[in-house]
């Protein structure tokens, strides 16, 4: 059973640099794509952006500018780089495994139990 | 982008009874829709893909239909554990999600 967890500070301040990183256990990183979504409270679901496991990697748009994943297969694990945070991105975090159909997707086939980012000073 | 329209935003349903909540998208995205289950707390969990498919281990009282534009989540006979938030995704073009349908007990 592929597992994933995400790990990394719960509070960041304004204008820095929040980063995560998402632990996969149960299966190899390879194949698959692997993804940030986040939820602000109350609020619906954000794709942030993806990584494939050689390293190509899509964005949302609206983030483009501050964001950055990466992988490291030798750790199993990957990582979210948002920069010049402000409140607005204060949410719940969760990485994700996402898998095609018909060459179409990735949709999320396995979430992490997310983690709570608060950017306050 | 595609923006994906949920209704109702709360549904009301007595257990043992059928629950339908719709997905609409704003363009068509042929079948590449999912929906998610979400409880309190908790992370989503992937229901159905492919606008139909049921993903491994989800009972089969869940049922999705639909394909362009106007998609529907089925539960046949509800059980207390399905009382949750629901969400649609589009994974045609980019990745969107709906603003979600509470699914509560009457």
């Known amino acids: 059973q592929v597992q994933l967890q995400e790990s990394g500070p719960g509070l960041v301040k304004p204008s820095e640099t929040l980063s995560l990183t998402c632990s996969v256990s149960?299966?190899?990183?390879?194949?698959?794509?692997w993804s940030w979504i986040r939820q602000p409270p109350g609020k619906e679901l954000e794709w942030i952006g993806y990584?494939?496991?050689?390293?190509?990697?899509n964005y949302n748009p609206s983030l483009r500018s501050r964001v950055t994943i990466s992988v490291d297969t030798s750790k199993n694990q990957f990582s979210l780089k948002l920069r010049s945070v402000t409140a607005a991105d204060t949410a719940v975090y969760y990485c994700?495994?996402?898998?095609?159909?018909?060459?179409?997707?990735?949709?999320?086939?396995?979430w992490g139990q997310g983690t709570l980012v608060t950017v306050s000073s | 982008e595609i923006v994906m329209t949920q209704s109702p935003a709360t549904l009301s349903v007595s257990p043992g009874e059928r629950a339908t909540l719709s997905c609409r998208a704003s363009?068509?995205?042929?079948?590449?829709l999912a929906w998610y289950q979400q409880k309190p707390g908790q992370a989503p969990r992937l229901l159905i893909y492919?606008?139909?498919t049921r993903a491994t281990g989800i009972p089969a009282r869940f049922s999705g239909s639909g394909s362009g534009t106007e998609f529907t989540l089925t539960i046949s006979s509800l059980q207390s554990e399905d009382f949750a938030v629901y969400y649609c995704?589009?994974?045609?073009?980019?990745?969107?999600f709906g603003q979600g349908t509470k699914l509560e007990i009457k």
């Open positions: 994700t495994r996402g898998s095609l159909r018909n060459n179409y997707g990735p949709y999320f086939d396995y």
């Open positions: 149960g299966g190899s990183i390879s194949t698959y794509y």
């Open positions: 990584i494939y496991y050689i390293g190509s990697t």
């Open positions: 363009q068509s995205i042929y079948d590449n």
């Open positions: 492919g606008a139909s």
């Open positions: 995704q589009q994974y045609s073009t980019w990745y969107t």
